[in-house]
T-cell receptor
Framework: KAGVTQTPRYLIKTRGQQVTLSCSPI?????VSWYQQTPGQGLQFLFE???????NKGNFPGRFSGRQFSNSRSEMNVSTLELGDSALYLC?????????????FGPGTRLTVL | AQKVTQAQTEISVVEKEDVTLDCVYE???????LFWYKQPPSGELVFLIR??????QNEISGRYSWNFQKSTSSFNFTITASQVVDSAVYFC???????????FGPGTRLSVLP
């Protein structure tokens, strides 16, 4: 069974640009959640999607958005990139909504904003 | 407000020693979930355990054990007979009731020396 995949693995952008990251969950998993990891702020929750609906969102500005498709694949978008958006972005999938089942994480997308 | 504290920033032990990672949480909720995750040098987060606030029974899984004490708001993690492969950053996390946000602790970096 294939694990959670995230594309791209590495990305370099400049300030002001926008970026879209993709996450494909494990087959059959309907819940996808996103996290940001930085040396300064640590691990922070971004969003959770279940059956194409955003169920919860962390304390991030509106520049951070996401969506989930009918096949459970999810994308997150960051507009007007800032230097502070440089981070490892992790995606996790689970069978049901977040608090119920075990989560499986992808390898992450490392975003560098110059 | 919710908060997770992992007071131990870094721990070093010699292989085969037992080690306990501390986690103290703050929440006003009566229903919540506690988690432990492992992040090895490869960077991919690994889910270890989820515990709900109504289940104070301690759990053992192989060399891993968890001690949940609501009276002291602690959810400590013990590795028995540590191995080099246990070297990683370990995160404790708290989630409010179903559908709510996630809060992570700052992590504890465990180094197991041969």
């Amino acid at each position: 069974k294939a694990g959670v995949t995230q594309t791209p693995r590495y990305l370099i952008k400049t300030r002001g640009q926008q970026v879209t990251l993709s996450c494909s969950p494990i087959s059959g998993h309907r819940s996808v959640s996103w996290y940001q990891q930085t040396p300064g702020q640590g691990l922070q929750f971004l969003f959770e999607y279940f059956s194409e609906t955003q169920r919860n969102k962390g304390n991030f500005p509106g520049r951070f958005s996401g969506r989930q498709f009918s096949n459970s694949r999810s994308e997150m978008n960051v507009s007007t990139l800032e230097l502070g958006d440089s981070a490892l972005y992790l995606c996790a999938s689970s069978l049901a909504e977040l608090a119920v089942n075990e989560q499986f994480f992808g390898p992450g997308t490392r975003l560098t904003v110059l | 407000a919710q908060k997770v504290t992992q007071a131990q920033t870094e721990i070093s032990v010699v292989e085969k020693e037992d080690v306990t990672l501390d986690c103290v949480y703050e929440t006003r909720d009566t229903t919540y979930y506690l988690f432990w995750y492992k992040q090895p040098p490869s960077g991919e987060l690994v889910f270890l355990i989820r515990r709900n606030s109504f289940d104070e029974q301690n759990e053992i899984s192989g060399r891993y054990s968890w001690n949940f004490q609501k009276s002291t708001s602690s959810f400590n993690f013990t590795i028995t007979a540590s191995q080099v492969v246990d070297s990683a950053v370990y995160f404790c996390a708290l989630r409010r009731n179903y559908g709510q946000n996630f809060v992570f602790g700052p992590g504890t970096r465990l180094s197991v020396l041969p």
